[in-house]
């Protein structure tokens, strides 16, 4: 079931959201050579409490840290650690915060240092997809739309969306229906209506789309070890143009 949120629970997805942004700003400040992943969530955890607010991540399905922090090749669940970030690396962070019980979720990619070309681009086409996507949000347009939007985006830049993971529906659970790929067919899917949000997220490859999970059970890396970015929103759809709620 897709739920429409009332103007509480969209006034707790807004504070939800903004605690989460401000949180990745930060979070991005801290990015640079010699950092540890595992010194970004420490960071995060911090940040997200001072402001009010829970890790959502943490103990969700049994996850065991607060950020996602992937690395070039890793597409998503990075798990934070020992890793030290190093020149010319892409990290991409992933955060969720919970607030009065509501849920907000966001990511970007950001450069460590002097990135490669090919880097700096796959960055900015990713980011630019998800805002192709957000485009679409809006009362009449499908789901598809947003997929489609996205895909379209991506391939005509040569680059390649994941399939396996998906944006989706968020409010009182982080995860809720509908799903919301980042490839397939416009005026297909459901239907979108105002008081909806969702989260979309396109996870973009150099190379090919596929992906390999591995065996800490978490972390999705490119196939062929190709540079992966992300960048999601959550997003609130209006009567109007649709309401990043994760945006500053
Ligand atoms: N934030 C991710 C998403 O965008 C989900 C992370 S699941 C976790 O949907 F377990 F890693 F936290
Ligand atoms: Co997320
Ligand atoms: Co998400």
């Known amino acids: 079931m897709i739920t429409l949120k009332s103007a509480r629970e969209i006034s707790y997805m807004r504070e939800a959201g903004r605690i989460v942004a401000l949180t990745l700003q930060e979070l991005g400040k801290q990015v640079k050579a010699g950092i540890t992943t595992g010194d970004l969530d420490r960071f995060a955890v911090e940040f997200l409490r001072r402001a009010g607010a829970e890790p959502a991540f943490l103990g969700y399905q049994g996850y065991p840290a607060s950020i996602c922090a992937s690395v070039n090749e890793e597409v998503i669940h990075g798990i934070p650690g020992l890793r030290k970030l190093e020149n010319g690396d892409i990290i991409s962070i992933d955060i969720g915060s919970v607030i ?54 991506v391939e005509s830049h040569g680059y390649q969306v994941v399939r396996d993971f998906v944006g989706h529906g968020i409010g009182s ?18 239907r979108l209506q105002p008081g909806m949000v969702i989260a ?13 999970v591995q065996s800490n059970g978490w972390t999705a890396v490119t196939r062929d070890q190709s540079l992966s970015a992300h960048f999601e929103h959550t997003v609130l759809i209006t009567e109007g143009t649709p309401e990043i709620l994760t945006r500053l």
């Open 100 to 153: 009065h019980g509501y849920y907000g979720d966001t990511s970007m990619t950001f450069p460590v240092g002097e990135i490669s070309d090919e880097a700096a681009r796959l960055m900015q086409v990713t980011e630019q997809s998800l805002y192709k996507g957000i485009e679409q949000a809006t009362p009449g347009h499908r789901i598809g739309d947003i997929s489609a939007a996205v895909q379209h985006y």
């Open 200 to 212: 979309i997220e396109p996870m973009v490859n150099v190379g090919t789309y596929e992906v390999v």
């Open 173 to 190: 659970h982080m995860h809720e229906e509908p799903q919301v790929p980042n490839y397939g067919k416009a005026g297909l899917g459901p």
